[in-house]
C-alpha cells in the first residue's frame, strides 16, 4: 500500500476528488493548510496590507492505495490539478506498512477497500 500526499491550490479539489473518485479510492483525508515554494508564497492579488505575505493558503489531501494503482492515480492527479505554472503544488507517495480498521478490525488491503 501507498499514501498519496497531495498539497495543492483549494481550487483543484473538485478534480482531484474526481480523479480518486475515477479510481474507486473509499477514503480521503483533506485539511486546509498554508505553504510556499518556488512561488515564495507571493502573489500581488493577495498583497492587501502592504506587508509580505509569505505564506498561501494550500490544501493537502492524503489517500492510501493498492501499490498498483500508484503510478496511474499519479497520472491522473498530474493532468487534473497540473497548469503548469508555479504553485500547482507537491505530490508525495510513502509506503504504509499496515492499515487497520477500528470498526471491524479488518487489516492491510481490506481495511482501505
Known amino acids: 500500500m501507498k499514501k498519496i500526499e497531495v498539497v495543492t491550490r483549494p481550487e483543484k479539489l473538485v478534480g482531484l476528488k474526481e480523479v480518486l473518485a475515477s479510481h474507486n479510492c473509499q477514503g480521503m483525508t483533506v485539511t486546509s493548510v498554508m505553504g510556499c515554494g518556488r512561488q515564495?508564497?507571493?502573489?500581488?492579488?493577495?498583497?492587501?496590507?502592504?506587508?509580505?505575505?509569505?505564506?498561501?493558503?494550500?490544501?493537502?489531501?492524503?489517500?492510501?492505495?493498492?501499490?498498483?494503482?500508484?503510478?496511474?492515480?499519479?497520472?491522473d492527479i498530474s493532468t487534473a490539478v497540473g497548469t503548469g505554472k508555479n504553485g500547482d503544488g507537491k505530490v508525495f507517495v510513502t509506503d504504509i506498512i499496515d492499515a487497520m480498521r477500528i470498526r471491524t478490525n479488518e487489516r492491510g488491503s481490506d481495511a482501505i477497500n
Do not use: C
Request: charged share 30%; proline share 6%; no cysteine.
Open 40 to 75: 515564495k508564497g507571493y502573489l500581488p492579488e493577495m498583497n492587501f496590507t502592504g506587508e509580505d505575505i509569505n505564506l498561501l493558503p494550500k490544501i493537502m489531501v492524503f489517500v492510501v492505495v493498492e501499490d498498483e494503482q500508484t503510478e496511474e492515480i499519479l497520472a
